[in-house]
């Protein structure tokens, strides 16, 4: 596809289980960003992945937090035991390396009941 | 300490009219980069802006500037000519570091545009 594409577009699970997320990013993109977004705030940042360095795992918020990336193409993004103040927004991002731009996906709007 | 500050949580700005969003950062890094992002209710953002620390010139791209002043750590947006679609939440943002790093945001300033 022509953008970043992240599925599901929204999920809805209960409080415990584990869930996750995909981001498809644009072809090259060696760059992919994972943010998170609760209603009304701004984006808070998860993980980084550039190429086959390792990740900046700086952001995530506790081990329950995990990702990972194939092939230097695609990512999960997984969230084990999942309490109620995971609810948000979680929006995937890639960019070139060094580029002045990143481009987000569309976002999994994440509910846990 | 907060790295990217916007200190206005909504604006108001009638159709027509030049509106500036306000942002200043912090970082000790002399190389960094600082965007622009636009999020309308339908949730994508949608880049509108770039300026390097390095860059000599302003940055503008069609109705969107940035007012950079360097010494002052500030990045003000500037949209002239407001439109009704321009009516969304704006964020401000900044790369620290030469190589691609995460970008880091602040908490974002929602504009209405009234006709």
């Known amino acids: 596809g022509a953008g970043v594409s992240q599925s599901p577009s929204n999920k809805v699970t209960e409080k415990g289980k584990d869930v996750e997320l995909r981001c498809d990013p644009i072809s090259g993109h060696t760059a992919l960003y994972w943010y998170r977004q609760s209603l009304g705030q701004g984006l808070e940042f998860l993980i980084y992945f550039q190429g086959n360095s390792a990740p900046d795992k700086s952001g995530l918020p506790s081990d329950r937090f995990s990702a990972e990336r194939t092939g230097g193409s695609v990512s999960t993004l997984t969230i084990q035991r999942t309490q109620q103040e995971d609810s948000a927004v979680y929006l995937c991002?890639?960019?070139?390396?060094?580029?002045?731009?990143?481009?987000f996906g569309q976002g999994t709007r994440l509910t846990v009941v | 300490a907060q790295k990217i500050t916007q200190t206005q949580p909504g604006m108001f700005v009638q159709e027509k009219e030049a509106v500036t969003l306000d942002c200043t950062y912090d970082t000790s890094d002399p190389s960094y980069g600082l965007f622009w992002y636009k999020q309308p209710s339908s949730g994508e953002m949608i880049f509108l802006i770039y300026?390097?620390?390095?860059?000599?010139q302003n940055a503008t791209e069609g109705r969107y500037s940035l007012n950079f002043q360097k010494a002052r750590k500030s990045a003000n947006l500037v949209i002239s000519a407001s439109q009704l679609g321009d009516s969304a939440m704006y964020f401000c943002a900044m790369r620290e570091g030469r190589i691609g790093r995460a970008l880091t945001f602040g908490s974002g300033t929602r504009l209405q545009v009234q006709p």
């Open positions: 991002a890639s960019s070139l390396v060094g580029s002045t731009e990143a481009f």
């Open positions: 300026q390097g620390s390095y860059d000599q």
